[in-house]
């Protein structure tokens, strides 16, 4: 198997592959490499990132301006070794075949009826408030959405969701698809459901405190007070 030797060589991978690639690289790296990159490897590079991640690459490569071509060189080089161990472990098919890009319709029928009927069925539940889904659905929505980003890269599911659909997953969704660290992702999301469980309670203990106020015939200018000061 011939290794990838040349950073420019990035425009001849596939739209899955560089989405696995960017899945990978470090941005401030990518930032860099870009600075002295290629028409073909830039567009191919922007092009199959989210809008938000590819308006923050563009404003910092932007911002960086011109570098020595050393330092760039560098980092190009590095990587360059990123991408041969994604070659190494079959992530990466290295020299690309000759095939041809299939066309949109071609790629429909590829995909099959059958799917395409699960995917539209997944894009609807995904704009229920997340309190209006079961267990069941959840599972059900996940699978799906799993089974996009295995077919049609994770890039994909950026049409899944739009800002109708429920925050909590919207948010999940934009930030895996961003390439955001699986750490990071996983402490906002946690940090996300403390706060919207810790609010769910406090509704909970208003409506106690509320009914027992009332019962206690407390004068209601009291029970506003009561309420209003709970936290």
């Not at 929505?141 to 980003?149: R, Y």
């Amino acid at each position: 198997m011939s290794a990838f030797a040349s950073f420019n060589d990035l425009a001849r991978l596939t739209d899955r592959e560089i989405q696995i690639f960017l899945r990978e690289v470090d941005q401030k790296d990518l930032v860099v490499a870009l600075t002295n990159a290629s028409t073909a490897v830039t567009q191919k590079c922007l092009g199959n990132m989210s809008e938000r991640v590819r308006t923050f690459i563009q404003e910092e490569v932007d911002f960086l301006g011109a570098l020595p071509s050393s330092d760039v060189e560098e980092v190009q080089g590095r990587i360059v070794q990123q991408v041969n161990q994604l070659v190494d472990r079959g992530q990466i098919s290295w020299p690309p075949g000759e095939k041809k890009a299939p066309t949109p319709k071609a790629k429909s029928k590829k995909l099959g009826k059958t799917y395409l009927a699960q995917k539209r069925q997944a894009k609807q539940t995904a704009q229920k408030p997340l309190d209006q889904l079961s267990l069941n659905d959840l599972t059900a929505l996940f699978t799906q959405f799993a089974e996009i980003a295995r077919r049609e890269g994770i890039l994909a599911l950026e049409e899944m969701v739009s800002d109708k659909s429920d925050h909590y997953i919207l948010s999940g969704i934009r930030l895996a698809v961003d390439g955001t660290e699986p750490d990071l992702i996983m402490d906002i999301l946690e940090t996300w459901m403390e706060s919207l469980l810790h609010e769910q309670k406090r509704k909970y203990q208003k409506v106690i405190e509320a009914i027992m106020a009332i019962q206690s015939g407390d004068n209601p200018r009291i029970v506003e007070h009561k309420l209003s000061v709970m936290y």
